[in-house]
C-alpha cells in the first residue's frame, strides 16, 4: 500500500451534474498530481498542484479544477460532467516536485450517465 | 506528433520464462521512463525508473533497458510467475514538471 487514499471509490452521476473526488497524500508529501484513466488507455495528467498552487496543467478543459489543502491533500472538480468524463481518476503524490517517483492512490471510478 | 507505444496485444507466456515487454517513444527527449505495474481496478504501482544516462537497471526479477537513440526501452521479468499477470505500464517524464506521460500499457498474462 502506498498511504495516499482516495474517496469515494465509486461514483455515479448524471450528465451535467458537478462532482468532487478528493485524495489524501502520502505522509510527508507536498505535491499531488491528479490523472484520468479511460478504460484500456493509459493515465493521462490533468494538473499538478506544489504547496497549495497549480503547478501545471495537461490538455484539460477549465471544467476540471483542484485544491490543495495545507495538510496536502487535494481535491478535483469536474463541472458541467460529460459522457466521456466516464473514467478512473487517479492521484499520485511525490516528495516534492522534483521528485520523480509517484505513488498513486487506487482511484475514484466515475461514472457519468 | 509525440507518441508512446506500448504492444496493445496481450502477451502470454509460461510460468518460469522471461517476459519482455517493449516500449516505444517518439518526438520525445525524456529525462527519464519508469515502468509501473496495475491490476484491474487499481492504481498503478511504482516498479523501476531508469534515467537517459542509464543504460539497464535490475531490481530483483526486474530488468529495464533504455535505448535513447531507438528510442525504446525493453522491461524483462525472469522466472516469470502467475502472480506476475497484470498490465505494466511505462511513463516518460515530459515537460520537466514530473508529470508523466504514459503508454497504454501492455497486460501480461502468465500461464502456470
Known amino acids: 500500500e502506498t498511504g495516499v487514499t482516495q474517496s469515494p471509490t465509486h461514483l455515479i452521476k448524471t450528465r451535467g451534474q458537478q462532482v468532487t473526488l478528493r485524495c489524501s497524500s502520502q505522509s510527508g508529501h507536498n505535491t499531488v498530481s491528479w490523472y484520468q484513466q479511460a478504460l484500456g488507455q493509459g493515465p493521462q495528467f490533468i494538473f499538478q498542484y506544489y504547496r497549495e498552487e497549480e503547478n501545471g496543467r495537461g490538455n484539460f478543459p477549465p471544467r476540471f479544477s483542484g485544491l490543495q489543502f495545507p495538510n496536502y491533500s487535494s481535491e478535483l472538480n469536474v463541472n458541467a460532467l460529460e459522457l466521456d468524463d466516464s473514467a478512473l481518476y487517479l492521484c499520485a503524490s511525490h516528495r516534492d516536485r522534483f521528485t520523480d517517483t509517484q505513488y498513486f492512490g487506487p482511484g475514484t471510478r466515475l461514472t457519468v450517465l | 506528433s509525440q507518441k508512446i507505444e506500448q504492444n496493445s496485444e496481450a502477451l502470454n507466456i509460461q510460468e518460469g520464462k522471461t517476459a519482455t515487454l517493449t516500449c516505444n517513444y517518439t518526438?520525445?527527449?525524456?529525462?527519464?521512463l519508469q515502468w509501473y505495474r496495475q491490476d484491474p481496478g487499481r492504481g498503478p504501482v511504482f516498479l523501476l525508473l531508469?534515467?537517459?544516462?542509464?543504460k539497464e537497471k535490475r531490481k530483483e526479477r526486474l530488468k529495464v533497458t533504455f535505448d535513447t537513440t531507438l528510442k525504446q526501452s525493453l522491461f524483462h521479468i525472469t522466472a516469470s510467475q502467475p502472480a506476475d499477470s497484470a498490465t505494466y505500464l511505462c511513463?516518460?517524464?515530459?515537460?520537466?514538471?514530473?508529470?508523466?506521460?504514459f503508454g497504454s500499457g501492455t497486460r501480461l498474462q502468465v500461464q502456470p
Open positions: 531508469i534515467r537517459e544516462n542509464e
Open positions: 518526438n520525445y527527449s525524456p529525462a527519464y
Open positions: 511513463a516518460l517524464d515530459t515537460g520537466g514538471r514530473r508529470a508523466l506521460t
